[in-house]
């Protein structure tokens, strides 16, 4: 069972829909006695971090999430929000990661006709870990954001506009894709696919 940890913070329906094309059981809650029964945990988000942050404070989610020894999978903001501060709210996150997450205007001065947000197709590379298990280097993989996580030791895939990013992070039973594995064709479905048999 995998359990879908809601806090209010959408995008829950494209995963939701790319479980059932896994045919996998799902829960969305945000019941920490719920969320403990499931085998491995997602954490979707689209939305503010500062406001993300205080959502899962809300609903007593910020302790269960750092202390879970279940694979989890972070996506967009979900893994934003396992990094350590994101610009955006000037908000310390969750901590998982030590990367910092910042806007991509921090870098318009190495491509001033960067376009803010990020949105579409790009590629990652320099793929690491299980997760990416059949997933060609370069393989091309949908995108929406204007905040990006550095590079640190725990990036397991790299993509770049206007400067290397992480798209990619883990460190243990945690995992990250800024990008949207659930809309992301066969390749994101891969993906998804690797993290329900980690």
């Given at each position: 069972m995998i359990g879908i940890i809601d806090y209010?913070?959408?995008?829950?329906?494209?995963v939701e829909n790319a479980l059932k094309r896994l045919g996998a059981d799902y829960v969305l809650s945000h019941d920490t006695d719920i969320l403990s029964d499931c085998d491995r945990l997602l954490l979707p988000g689209v939305g503010e971090a500062r406001w993300?942050?205080?959502?899962l404070g809300k609903k007593d989610l910020i302790g269960f999430i750092r202390g879970t020894q279940k694979p989890l999978l972070g996506i967009c903001l979900g893994m934003q929000?396992?990094?350590?501060?994101?610009?955006e709210g000037d908000v310390d996150c969750l901590g998982i990661?030590?990367?910092?997450?910042?806007?991509?205007?921090?870098?318009?001065?190495v491509n001033p006709g960067l376009k803010i947000p990020q949105m579409?197709?790009?590629?990652?590379?320099?793929?690491?870990?299980?997760?990416?298990?059949?997933?060609?280097?370069?393989?091309?993989?949908?995108?929406?954001h204007s905040?990006?996580?550095?590079?640190?030791?725990?990036?397991?895939?790299?993509?770049?506009y206007g400067i290397p990013f992480s798209s990619a992070?883990?460190?243990?039973?945690?995992?990250?894709?800024q990008f949207h594995p659930e809309k992301s064709g066969d390749a994101g479905e891969?993906?998804?696919?690797?993290?329900?048999k980690i």
């Open positions: 209010e913070a959408g995008n829950i329906r494209s993300a942050m205080s959502e929000l396992l990094c350590s501060w994101s610009e990661f030590g990367n910092k997450v910042r806007h991509f205007r921090s870098v318009l001065s579409g197709w790009n590629n990652i590379s320099s793929l690491k870990t299980d997760l990416f298990e059949g997933v060609p280097d370069g393989a091309f993989m949908y995108f929406v905040y990006f996580a550095d590079i640190s030791e725990d990036t397991v895939s790299v993509t770049e992070l883990r460190r243990g039973n945690f995992m990250g894709c891969r993906i998804l696919a690797n993290f329900l």
